[in-house]
């Protein structure tokens, strides 16, 4: 990283800073380390974070599929897979010790990595009756309508895995977090759909670069 300002340093930063100013890009450049001759390692970073649209995907790509990547040798690839086994690792502790919702801030700083897609993602928290978080799934991806997302696509990974409760999520890549009126609408159909089903939703948070909002403290889509 040295080939990079002092300022623009992730390491400084992260000790100046704290983690969660880092954008998951910087994050990843620390895991990795350096770079390549033709690009820095933020280069780097960006490069396969775009590559598999985003950590989520990242997480579930092996050892092999990494291989793939002009700039990972096997001492990067170890590290970056060792590094998301953590995280996989923390997300399975027991019921105790998995994250608390209590806020609407809570649950964005879980899915802040959002806000480096380049692409619309659409990711559930699904909450036990704790409001704990048991899994944040990945259920769609692409232009976010309440047309193209199927109400059974939301629900279908709660209904499975027994939760009462999730809070919804999804980014802007235009870097705008404000909700448009099709986020609202689909608030309404989706909190609508789960008082049927009773599930409820808690929660709508929109990520972008220049922050989040919660569509249930801006008392949109919510009853």
Known sequence: MR?????????????A???????????????????????????LSERILTHYGGLHNLA?????????IKGLGSAKITQIVA??????????????ERPLISTAADAA???????????????????DSNRRVVAI??????TLNASVLRVSEIFRDAITRNCPAFILAHNHPSGDPNPSPEDVELTHAISSAGRMLDITLLDHIIIGNRGWVSLKDLKLGFE
């Open 3 to 15: 080939d990079l300002p002092q300022d623009e340093r992730p390491r400084e930063r992260l000790l």
């Open 17 to 43: 800073q704290g983690a969660a100013t880092l954008a998951t890009s910087e994050l990843l450049a620390i895991i990795i380390g350096t770079g390549t001759a033709q690009e820095n390692v933020l280069r």
């Open 60 to 68: 579930q790509a092996s050892p092999t599929d990494l291989q793939q």
């Open 83 to 96: 590094a998301l086994e953590l995280g996989r690792r923390l997300m399975t502790r027991s019921p105790e």
């Open 109 to 127: 700083r879980l899915v802040l990595d959002m806000r480096d897609l380049t692409q619309e993602h659409v990711r559930l928290l699904l909450l």
């Open 137 to 142: 799934p990945t259920v769609y991806i692409g």
